[in-house]
């Protein structure tokens, strides 16, 4: 699945639609502590945080991740947006809850992230 699809499957609105919708997401997330994701993420993955202020984006770049999802319809901060059009970050925005958006995203068959990594 990559980003395009992502965003259709939980019916997303795209916040940066500057970075590249055909990164290839390879598994899924939910946490928001960030410090719990920064030692458990991985690239290529689509993460769900509540959390919308700057270091969320730095997270995601460091980690190389597909795209950030934003639940319930939380808006994120414009100098959030613009550093993740900046590193190429899709930030999604999505009025479903995290446990919706991770129960369609398991349901599709996107794997969560390996615990043996």
Same mark, same amino acid.
């Given at each position: @699945?990559? #980003? ?9 609105r795209? @916040?940066? &639609?500057? %970075? ?5 997401v390879?598994? *899924?997330?939910?946490c928001? =502590? =960030?410090?719990?994701?920064m030692? $458990? *993420?991985?690239?290529? @993955? %689509?993460?769900?945080?509540v959390?919308? $202020?700057?270091?969320?984006?730095? #997270?995601a770049?460091? @980690?190389?991740? +597909?795209?950030v999802i934003? &639940?319930?319809?939380i #808006?994120? /901060? /414009? &100098?959030? =947006?613009?550093? %993740?059009r900046? /590193?190429g970050?899709? #930030?999604l925005?999505?009025? =479903? ?5 991770? +129960?369609?995203?398991?349901?599709? *068959?996107?794997? *969560?992230?390996?615990? /043996?990594?």
């Amino acid at each position: @699945m990559n #980003v395009q699809q992502l965003t259709e499957l939980i019916n997303a609105r795209n @916040m940066t &639609p500057e %970075a590249d919708a055909n990164t290839e997401v390879t598994c *899924g997330y939910t946490c928001d =502590l =960030l410090s719990w994701v920064m030692a $458990h *993420g991985a690239a290529g @993955m %689509a993460w769900v945080t509540v959390q919308t $202020h700057m270091n969320v984006i730095a #997270v995601a770049s460091l @980690m190389e991740m +597909a795209a950030v999802i934003i &639940p319930e319809g939380i #808006v994120m /901060e /414009e &100098p959030s =947006l613009e550093k %993740a059009r900046d /590193e190429g970050i899709a #930030v999604l925005q999505s009025d =479903l809850t995290a446990y919706e958006i991770c +129960a369609i995203l398991a349901k599709a *068959g996107l794997p *969560g992230k390996n615990r /043996e990594e």
